[in-house]
């Protein structure tokens, strides 16, 4: 089965720009989750989504977006970047059934100049 | 919310040493999982453990929930070892999920 994987895997953005990244879960999984890894804060929870549907999400402000299409497949979208949004984005997936074990791609890093 | 700490930070062994990383969580959790992280950033999946003892290899894993930590042990280490360890605790409302992580022990294993 192939693991989740994400496009693009580098991106270089400027300021006051918009970035679009995109995530597909393992075959089956429903529930995908993004996360925000940078040096200063670790790693932190943005949403999570469920039969398109977001069930859950972090401490992040509004310019932080995403959604899940009847795929299964899903995006996240940042708006006015900042400086501060530089780091590795990481998606994962889970299959909801009697495991939530969470397997994650091999994530987008994302550079704002 | 639920904290999770990690320690040691930083741990820097010789090939072929045992080490034992420490995962503390501040609340009762759904489950947990050990995570290691590759050069290339990617978080590859070592065990989903809310209980228990669970081996795999040279890596084993140890949940006390009720006293709320987490063990990773390594044993025999090789240099292919290295690199950043996470626990994460998983947190489920109403079938939302999320995890919580730790900051990672950094591990270095010199040849």
């Known amino acids: 089965k192939a693991g989740v994987t994400q496009t693009p895997r580098y991106l270089i953005k400027t300021r006051g720009q918009q970035v679009t990244l995109s995530c597909s879960p393992i075959?089956?999984?429903?529930?995908v989750s993004w996360y925000q890894q940078t040096p200063g804060q670790g790693l932190q929870f943005l949403f999570e989504?469920?039969?398109?549907?977001?069930?859950n999400k972090g401490n992040f402000p509004g310019r932080f977006s995403g959604r899940q299409f009847s795929n299964s497949r899903s995006e996240m979208n940042v708006s006015t970047l900042e400086l501060g949004d530089s780091a590795l984005y990481l998606c994962?997936?889970?299959?909801?059934?009697?495991?939530?074990?969470?397997?994650f791609g091999p994530g987008t890093r994302l550079t704002v100049t | 919310g639920i904290q999770v700490e990690q320690s040691p930070p930083d741990l820097i062994l010789q090939e072929g040493a045992n080490s034992t990383l420490r995962c503390n969580f501040s609340?009762?959790?759904?489950?947990l999982q050990w995570f290691h992280q590759n050069p290339w950033g990617q978080l590859i999946n070592l065990f989903y453990i809310p209980s228990g003892t669970k081996q795999n290899g040279r890596l084993s894993a140890t949940t006390v929930a009720t006293e709320r930590y987490s063990l990773l042990y390594i044993s025999s280490s090789q240099t292919t070892d290295s690199g950043v360890y996470f626990c994460?605790?998983?947190?489920?409302?109403?079938?939302?999920?999320?995890?919580?992580f730790g900051q990672g022990t950094r591990l270095t294993i010199n040849p």
């Open positions: 994962a997936s889970s299959w909801q059934g009697t495991t939530y074990e969470q397997y």
């Open positions: 609340d009762s959790v759904n489950n």
């Open positions: 994460a605790v998983v947190t489920i409302i109403q079938g939302a999920q999320k995890l919580v």
């Open positions: 989504y469920f039969s398109e549907t977001q069930r």
């Open positions: 075959s089956g999984h429903r529930s």
